[in-house]
């Protein structure tokens, strides 16, 4: 065969697979009917991924071999959309959707609308040339967005060709999200891993996904498209823009797109009256908790385009369509108990336990009550009949108490005095919210705490040791505390129940490699209340080391920038204690990095003192660490967002829309990644 023969053979080959594979995906993702099971699936795809592999030049952009990840997206370009992406009004009463109504017949007559299913996630607009994938865009701030088109690329129910007779050119506008099924998964994961590592629930809480939309807008940015693949996002299509497919109303435009291809909801419905509205609006209030993504009202949209022009439109949403929002979900049920958890830091958390409830499609079954304070508050009493509500974050809240059913012989809830753990009698600091148990050497959850935090990722990143080894280490008295881990001996490990040559020596290198951690994280492992990551850098730099540190009084600690009273009178009393002082000395021993090392790439001055920058969006010099450690090492302040108190705003790659818009609003200047390391240079 001569070489221009088989290349056409390989093409031929290579499309006849991209067909299989694009028909079984929209069998499978778009209309849950699979003609294959996933072995055959695989085999076709693996098949398709050799000839790629082998024959670069053949591959297409669009090849469903990119659902899989793996191409980075280095920068997000910044796309103006054809035309705006508007949002919606919304509405929360019936009265309000009836004005509305009066407002469209009012200007058109008779009226139909149609119903759809308002999905919380992220909007996207893609753009499809000769039916080929070519675009995808993010809202952003609605007339120019980020390019995502690898990331999109990854959802399985958007195709990458389109079938039918699809218009020449076309955009297509829906929203991303993430089904509540992935959600609790990777949640689910989160909590055992941190669990693993011994992280209390709140620990644990404050790292899991917030809500579905959150995740979804999170991972649609990130630029390693695997990731992304690996959060199996979905996407709902709902708003078709083609000169050329000669549609006269929004029903047949989503049907048309159902047939080119695209997931649209079944979910949607012709009504020809408000009454009908009303009773698809009522249907959903209960039923959509069952669905596997997150609705939080319905949107009503004018049917045909004539009349849609003729209502036309404000500068950001139309005046032919409205979102009616559902209220909060609440659910009545009865206190059970308050239970206690004891923190690393010895911090006590109050959590109520209810009586199993359904409330927006889960089982509650906890409430977080954060302090005593709150408890008070309401005057909460065990056995109380009690309203939970779920708002945007996956814990629940209690938001009211029944007096009318609380009954006459319930007694006031009496905070716990002790330690549930040890016994010990709490104490709670004048203006604290939180009670604390104050025995740090001798109560069980707070030693485990400390030694698991000690290995955590961000402080000495032992990642041999995990929370049940460490809990193991501690039952055999092998480690009361971190610097025990230094004494290890390796016919202490190996004796104990499922530990082999080759882990034991992991565990042994992994800690004799963490002595090469710089004195920051250290000082951030030892878990000194208050002193999280920020705080340790800050005196770090500011001492310079560690002797320093336990030798300054409150005083000095607070002319610290950003170091207030608490966290200096906290540093102050955590080496007041002879242990602390002990164990200090003991870890220097071992060779642990108790200076700050003087890195010459990062200048220390007093230049910025004064000023609080922003950043936002990637750097091609230095990255988003070095670029913190350079405001806090010059004597700036870190926001996380733009106010008026912000005195720069630096802008990288990628930088998120809002982002500029409120550095506009408040008269920020913004300045490149450039400018603002000439700020800092001698
Ligand atoms: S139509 C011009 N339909 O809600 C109107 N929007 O606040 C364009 N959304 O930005 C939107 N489900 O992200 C429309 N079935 C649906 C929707 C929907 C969710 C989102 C969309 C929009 C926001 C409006």
């Not at 036309?312 to 139309?318: D, I, L, M, R, Y």
């Not at 109520?352 to 408890?375: C, E, F, M, W, Y």
């Not at 974050?393 to 209690?398: R, S, Y």
Request: proline share 3%.
């Amino acid at each position: 065969m001569t070489d221009l023969f088989k290349e056409d053979a390989i093409r031929k080959k290579i499309e006849e697979l991209t067909q299989q594979l694009n028909y079984h995906n929209h069998q499978y993702y778009v209309l849950s009917d699979p003609k294959i099971d996933d072995f055959a699936f695989d085999k076709l795809l693996k098949e398709l991924e050799a000839l790629e592999k082998e024959y670069p030049s053949c591959a297409d952009e669009n090849s469903p071999t990119k659902r899989v990840g793996g191409d980075i997206t280095k920068k997000f370009n910044t796309i103006a959309h054809k035309s705006r992406m508007m949002s919606l009004d919304n509405t929360y009463t019936l009265e309000e959707l009836q004005d509305f109504h009066d407002r469209v017949t009012k200007d058109i007559g008779e009226v139909e609308y149609v119903c759809e299913l308002k999905i919380d996630g992220v909007a996207i607009s893609i753009t499809y040339l000769n039916g080929k994938l070519k675009q995808a865009v993010t809202r952003g701030d609605g007339v120019q967005g980020d390019e995502v088109t690898t990331n999109v690329k990854t959802i399985r129910s958007v195709p990458l060709q389109l079938t039918g007779d699809y218009p020449p050119e076309l955009t297509i506008r829906g929203e991303i999200f993430m089904p509540k099924t992935v959600f609790n998964q990777i949640n689910e994961e989160i909590r055992v891993e941190l669990e693993e590592k011994g992280l209390d629930e709140e620990e644990i809480f404050e790292q899991q996904l917030k809500n579905p939309r959150n995740a979804t807008s999170g991972t649609i940015k990130q630029q390693d498209s695997k990731a992304v693949a690996a959060r199996k996002l979905d996407a709902f299509l709902y708003t078709v823009i083609a000169e050329e497919a000669h549609i006269t109303n929004h029903y047949e435009s989503v049907m048309k797109a159902r047939s080119w291809g695209f997931k649209v909801s079944e979910h949607i419905r012709k009504c020809g009256s408000l009454e009908e509205v009303i009773k698809f609006i009522n249907e959903w209030e209960k039923k959509r908790f069952d669905l596997d993504f997150e609705t939080d009202g319905i949107v009503v949209k004018v049917n045909g385009y004539t009349q849609q022009k003729t209502l036309g439109s404000t500068a950001k949403s139309p005046r032919w369509a409205i979102a009616f929002k559902y209220p909060p979900e609440k659910a009545t049920t009865i206190l059970q108990e308050i239970t206690f958890q004891v923190g690393r830091t010895g911090s006590i958390t109050p959590v109520a336990n209810l009586k199993p409830v359904q409330l927006a499609g889960t089982t509650v079954k906890r409430a977080s009550l954060h302090n005593a304070d709150i408890i008070a508050q309401m005057d909460l009493r065990i056995g109380d009949t009690v309203s939970v509500e779920k708002g945007g974050e996956i814990i629940p809240k209690i938001t009211a108490v029944d007096l009318s059913k609380r009954s006459p012989d319930s007694k006031e809830f009496k905070y716990i005095t002790h330690c549930p753990e040890c016994n010990t009698t709490l104490i709670r600091k004048e203006g604290e919210a939180n009670h604390y148990c104050p025995n740090e050497d001798g109560c069980s959850p707070q030693i485990l705490g400390k030694l698991v935090h000690f290995i955590g990722r961000k402080a000495m990143n032992i990642d041999s040791l995990g929370e049940k080894t460490i809990a193991l280490f501690l039952e055999k008295g092998l480690v009361k505390n971190v610097a025990d881990f230094y004494t290890l001996k390796y016919d202490d490990i190996i004796q104990l129940e499922g530990f082999k040559e080759k882990s034991t020596q992991n565990i042994l290198e992994g800690i004799e490699k963490s002595k090469e951690i710089p004195f920051a994280r250290v000082l951030f492992g030892l878990g000194i209340r208050y002193v999280g990551e920020t705080v340790a850098k800050k005196l770090a730099h500011s001492f310079q080391n560690m002797d320093a540190i336990m030798h300054a009084n409150s005083e000095t600690l607070c002319s610290v920038d950003e170091i207030g009273e608490k966290i200096a009178d906290s540093v102050v009393a955590h080496f007041k204690r002879p242990a602390n002082v002990e164990l200090i000395e003991r870890l220097k021993s071992y060779g642990l990095q108790f200076e700050a090392s003087v890195d010459t790439n990062i200048a220390t001055s007093t230049r910025l003192n004064g000023l609080t920058f922003v950043y936002s969006g990637t750097f091609s010099k230095v990255s988003r660490d070095e670029i913190e450690d350079l405001i806090l090492n010059n004597g700036g302040k870190k926001s996380g967002s733009v106010s008026k108190k912000t005195s720069f705003l630096i802008a990288g790659d990628k930088m998120g829309p809002e982002k500029r818009k409120k550095a506009e609003e408040f008269g920020v200047k913004i300045i490149s990644e450039d400018e603002f390391l000439a700020m800092i240079k001698e």
